[in-house]
Nanobody, 125 residues
Framework: VQLVESGGGLVQAGGSLRLSCEAS????????MGWFRQAPGKEREFVAA????????YYADSVKGRFTISRDNAKNTVYLQMNSLKPEDTAVYYC???????????????????WGQGTQVTVSS
């Protein structure tokens, strides 16, 4: 499975961006897709996930109510709609995927076998 992110950029605080993650390869094997982010000097952290088999979506508390994860099966693409952006949302955003869903690990790097290259999101104050 290969993942390619797009849609990052520079936006003012309060603005919106939509990130896309297009999957290719053995896409039929994917059950979980997630978004993570890593700010300079910080560890990579969970942002959101969507579970294909159960249809559930999950969010970090820091983005709940502002970000929405969704998927387009026909395009093998997962989106992250980011509204009301804050300077603290500035980070490199990574897309991740895994053939399985683990309730213990879906919020951690361990829950994902495949990763994209990342896309930069910068929110100015």
């Amino acid at each position: 499975v290969q993942l390619v992110e797009s849609g990052g950029g520079l936006v003012q605080a309060g603005g919106s961006l939509r990130l896309s993650c297009e999957a290719s390869g053995r896409t039929f094997s994917i059950d979980t897709m997630g978004w993570f982010r890593q700010a300079p000097g910080k560890e990579r952290e969970f942002v959101a996930a969507v579970i294909f088999s159960g249809g559930g979506t999950y969010y970090a508390d820091s983005v709940k109510g502002r970000f929405t994860i969704s998927r387009d099966n026909a395009k093998n693409t997962v989106y992250l709609q980011m509204n009301s952006l804050k300077p603290e949302d500035t980070a490199v955003y990574y897309c991740a995927a895994d053939p399985n869903y683990s309730s213990s690990y879906y919020r951690t790097d361990l829950g994902y076998a495949y990763w994209g290259q990342g896309t930069q999101v910068t929110v100015s104050s």
